[in-house]
């Protein structure tokens, strides 16, 4: 654990380099951002003059906390940079998200963005996505009937709980853990998702990222869509 911690701790150093004065900044969510946030509010201090759009309420909290000015899109929809974590990365860069539950609004600044970055430790790289639960965002009302519509895609749909009540996102919906036995065609399966009656929006993040920033072991790695579309090309 204490090697992941460090391997976060790096990708997010890594990222800030990217950083510079009178940027916006999008802030995405989880561990590994977190570090993000600690190592950009040393840059702020130390002068760094950005604006950061949070894209969770705990995002949010922690740039507050250290120290980041913050903005949003009622006013500024001009985002230069964001960068996020994933809970999944495939050998073509799509990326399955919301292990925090922030997946709709971290989709809503990472699209807006000019350029999405994203930052993991080694463990998140797998040669096909689906052993994470796909979080699937839900209405309250009527989830029982998404659920099951849901479950006819070949999945096992499980409510996520917080001390015994449904998980609530920050924009008021349920999420639904959705087991496949793997994810092939994320593309076409985040179709099919949206087309359900009930669906807010999908943890699959497709043809969203260019690069990505790895770190296993100590060692920083550069991913690229560059690269993927020249290995599958092999």
């Known amino acids: 654990m204490l090697n992941k911690d460090n391997d976060k701790q790096l990708a997010g150093k890594e990222a800030v380099k990217l950083v510079k004065d009178g940027m916006t ?46 903005t949003d899109l009622s006013e500024t929809t001009q985002i230069d940079i964001a960068i ?15 292990g925090g539950g922030s997946l709709v609004r971290e989709k809503i600044v990472d699209v807006a963005a000019n350029e999405l970055i994203i930052i993991a430790d080694g463990s998140k790289v797998v040669s096909q996505l ?32 917080e001390k015994n009540s449904p998980f609530i996102s920050d924009n008021g919906n349920y999420i639904l853990d959705c087991k496949f036995p793997s994810i092939k ?31 296993k072991n100590g060692q920083i790695e550069w991913l690229t869509k560059k690269d993927a579309r020249g290995n599958k090309n092999e």
């Not at 570090?35 to 909290?61: D, H, M, N, Y």
């Not at 839900?138 to 895609?153: C, K």
């Not at 994320?186 to 497709?206: N, S």
Request: hydrophobic content about 40%.
């Open 25 to 70: 900044i999008g802030l995405g969510s989880g561990s590994t951002v977190n570090w993000l946030l600690q190592a950009l509010g040393e840059r702020v201090q130390a002068g760094l003059q950005i604006k950061g759009i949070p894209s969770s309420r705990k995002t949010e909290r922690l740039a507050k906390e250290h120290g980041i000015p913050l």
């Open 84 to 98: 996020d974590g994933a809970d999944e990365i495939s050998p073509d860069l799509t990326l399955l998200k919301g």
């Open 130 to 161: 689906g052993e994470f639960p796909l979080p699937v965002e839900v209405l309250p009302f009527g989830w029982e009937v998404t659920e099951a519509n849901i479950a006819a895609l070949d999945c096992t749909p499980t409510l996520r709980k």
């Open 185 to 215: 065609q994320p593309r076409e399966l985040h179709e099919q998702l949206k087309l359900i009656v009930g669906v807010v929006e999908t943890g699959l993040f497709c043809d969203m990222t260019e690069k990505v920033i790895v770190v």
